[in-house]
């Protein structure tokens, strides 16, 4: 166990839908990172979040947008789902720094139909 | 843009045997992480390697790192059927919040008895 959690863990939209994704990130760590993995596939940055600010955006469409709250857990927000967002989506967090790892929460699996 | 590319894509090996996982990266970095994925579950933390040289063990596993040659190993000593699974390699250009990462596309390991 990491100490992150994502919410939901399963999830079915329809295409054109809006959808939220949670994470609350490990104690103590202030940064929260969302990858997007499609099946078959590694992991693709999403985005960053620091201290409640974006900080880094990997090449995804204003679409995917985010959140971070003071207790430095996140949101991911999709809008306008199409088929082709269904992943896995996965948070990470930690603490800002060099000598600094990132812990995986377990993943929301999105399906988009 | 930082590619991380990963050889081979799939290993099939029997139980007892010695392999190596290769991951090469495009520009320079000196943080480098190792995950674990199993079907269907998230990434698993198994090595942080943070410096040129940098080496680190646990069980069967053993990862090295060479910023020189931009080339990071996994070797697999007397390889064992739990050992099955995808593992990716990740880069973090040397942000100061870390998990900004880039990952290979993953080798997927069968071990078969």
């Known amino acids: 166990e990491t100490g992150v959690t994502q919410s939901p863990t399963h999830l079915i939209k329809t295409r054109g839908q809006q959808v939220t994704l949670r994470c609350s990130s490990q104690?103590?760590?202030?940064?929260v990172s969302w990858y997007q993995q499609a099946l078959g596939q590694g992991p693709q940055f999403i985005f960053q979040y620091y201290r409640e600010e974006e900080n880094g955006r990997g090449n995804f469409p204003p679409r995917f947008s985010g959140l971070q709250f003071p207790n430095y857990s996140s949101e991911l927000n999709v809008n306008a789902l199409e088929l082709d967002d269904s992943a896995l989506y996965l948070c990470?967090?930690?603490?800002?720094?060099?000598?600094?790892?990132?812990?995986f929460g377990q993943g929301t699996r999105l399906t988009v139909v | 843009e930082l590619k991380v590319e990963q050889n081979p894509l799939f290993l099939s090996m029997q139980e007892g045997k010695n392999y190596t996982i290769y991951c090469n990266y495009s520009?320079?970095?000196?943080?480098l992480y190792w995950y674990r994925q199993d079907p269907g579950k998230s990434l698993e933390s198994l090595f942080v390697?943070?410096?040129?040289?940098a080496v680190k063990q646990e069980g069967r596993l053993m990862a090295s790192l060479d910023t020189k040659a931009r080339l990071s190993t996994l070797h697999i000593t007397a390889a064992v059927h739990d050992l099955s699974a995808t593992y990716f390699c990740?880069?973090?250009?040397?942000?100061?919040?870390?998990?900004?990462?880039?990952f290979g596309t993953g080798t997927r390991l069968q071990v078969t008895l």
């Open positions: 990470a967090s930690s603490l800002a720094g060099y000598d600094t790892e990132a812990f």
């Open positions: 390697l943070l410096s040129n040289g």
């Open positions: 520009t320079t970095s000196d943080r």
């Open positions: 104690s103590g760590h202030n940064t």
């Open positions: 990740a880069v973090d250009p040397g942000s100061l919040t870390a998990s900004k990462l880039t």
